[in-house]
T-cell receptor, first 117, second 112 residues
Framework: EAEVAQSPRYKITEKSQAVAFWCDPI?????LYWYRQILGQGPELLVQ????????DSQLPKDRFSAERLKGVDSTLKIQPAELGDSAMYLC???????????????FGAGTRLSVL | KQEVTQIPAALSVPEGENLVLNCSFT??????LQWFRQDPGKGLTSLLL?????REQTSGRLNASLDKSSGRSTLYIAASQPGDSATYLC???????????FGAGTILRVKS
């Protein structure tokens, strides 16, 4: 069964360092999402792509976070510089297409757990 | 702004009990509601999806209901097992697009 792949699974970094996460969506899925889940809370959407274009990045802290999906397939989320408050699980999800409907059910990866020391 | 609340925050039950998890949302203009399971340190697994026009969905020992007008959903787990221990999250999708708004989850522990 096709899955959303994320790496690394775990990342420990010191504050002020740069860190990057990678996501490979299910083949053929045009829409890709990055969520941040702080311990004890539900996931919160950071950024949403349709192919290589950003559809929604209203919750992305743009002073330190950036996301790209250059060829409309895999995606990278970067934090520079990392802060203590960035410690969280970063989840990637993908769906077949944008818009409401059965084809936009989101499938989640296993996530990257980030610890900032 | 849509807000999703889940009660209780944590629940511990003996094996074999039937249990109910609750989810409420502030804006009834939703397209659908979804229940997820999350094991410690893992990603999310979709359990049930209820369209706004539906009242309930069933999968095995799980039954989810939706009362859109009152902004409530329940997840019923029958004959609970230790393997059901996990965090259960509900999420709603608004009418305008794909964005999912999640609750904080209910941590379930089923004791053997």
């Amino acid at each position: 069964e096709a899955e959303v792949a994320q790496s690394p699974r775990y990342k420990i970094t010191e504050k002020s360092q740069a860190v990057a996460f990678w996501c490979d969506p299910i083949s053929g899925h045009a829409t890709l999402y990055w969520y941040r889940q702080i311990l004890g809370q539900g996931p919160e959407l950071l950024v949403q792509f349709q192919d290589e274009s950003v559809v929604d990045d209203s919750q992305l802290p743009k002073d330190r976070f950036s996301a790209e999906r250059l060829k409309g397939v895999d995606s990278t989320l970067k934090i520079q510089p990392a802060e203590l408050g960035d410690s969280a699980m970063y989840l990637c999800a993908s769906s077949l297409e944008l818009g409401v409907g059965a084809k936009n059910i989101q499938y989640f990866g296993a996530g990257t757990r980030l610890s900032v020391l | 702004k849509q807000e999703v609340t889940q009660i209780p925050a944590a629940l511990s039950v003996p094996e074999g009990e039937n249990l109910v998890l609750n989810c409420s949302f502030t804006d009834s203009a939703i397209y659908n509601l979804q229940w997820f399971r999350q094991d410690p340190g893992k990603g999310l697994t979709s359990l049930l999806l209820i369209q706004s026009s539906q009242r309930e969905q069933t999968s095995g020992r799980l039954n989810a209901s939706l009362d859109k007008s009152s902004g409530r959903s329940t997840l019923y787990i029958a004959a609970s097992q230790p393997g059901d221990s996990a965090t259960y999250l509900c999420a709603v999708r608004g009418l305008g697009g794909n964005k999912l708004v999640f609750g904080a989850g209910t941590i379930l522990r089923v004791k053997s």
